[in-house]
């Protein structure tokens, strides 16, 4: 007697997770729900909880996917699934915003991964620089209250779990230097200019 | 690492396996269905998991209760076990997908055994699971489970003429 398991048909199973997944999301059963974002620079892991969008990465300075889902699930829920429609509205402003026709997101947010209350005074106040202008470390750290704190204001936005909208990239060095960044510093300087702030404002000290 | 991976690394990693152990247990009109449930009610329990924890056991046990929910349903319902509306699904998409002329699927006749025999040849010849991790999962005795496995052998050699008995 042989018994073998049933077969089962290409893309059945694919569309059967993707299924469930989606229910997962929608139903509300999920904690956190993650879309991969295809953008010019580099694909993005965009994740959500219920309350809002928690955490943009940058895929491969990140360590990839699973590096990254491995701290979501470590620091928010393990209970995460793909679904790329809870994440719809991000994706629309992300791809707005990388062809030029968006300036603000209006996206609603969530800093369940900023722990500590600077590091959330720091970016809360990077949040608030407008599209095309640029601060400083120095600046950032006045924001939050602590203006000597500058190097730990630097540390907070190399934090910053939600590049692009908390846009970090507008803070450059005092003396007009670039500065760092998590997506690296072509990914910075593309994105100042989809801002339209050229070479000259940040030629690297 | 013992920290409870992503949920939805589990569900790509134990989504064939899940699918092919419904498939043989409820047959494949009700699979699908029986299929969300099991990863939904996983989904549900999971943060509250200890880490550590074996996972394909854990899924595999949460789809045999779902299966059982599926079987419990149909007895209530007029017609039990042979639905016609599920042959007739069945032949359809088997057609489609595999190949003409491939061997027959028995799983129709284990659906028909009794249920402790059923779940015992469902659990160790499409999810693989060891006596001892079926024991667990139904609650019953590792002896047990392997009697009722070659029980459930013997009862299938009695209803199949055509397939040869392997060693």
Known sequence: MSLRPPDLAPGEVAALVARTSGRAAGDGIADVTYALVDSPVGRLVTVATKRGLARIAYELPNGGLDEILDQVAERLSPAIVEAPAALDGVRRELDEYFAGRRRDFGLELDWALVRSPFTKAVLQACARIPFGATSSYREMADAAGSPRAFRAAGSALGSNPLPIVVPCHRVLASGGGLGGYTGGLDTKRALLGIEGIGPAATLDA | MSRLPPFQRLLEAHSDDVLRFLIASVGRHDADDAFQETFLSA?????????????????????????????????????????????????GRVGAAGAPGRDPDHWDLVRALPQRQREVLTLRYVADLTHAEIATALGCSEEAARRAASDGLKNLRKDVTNVPATA
């Open chain 2, 43 to 91: 989904l549900r329990a999971y943060p509250r998991l200890p880490p550590g924890s074996n996972l394909r056991g854990w899924i595999l046990t949460i789809a045999h209760h779902k299966a059982m929910d599926v079987h419990r349903g149909r007895g209530r319902r007029p017609v039990p076990v042979a639905d016609p509306g599920e042959h007739a699904g069945r032949a």
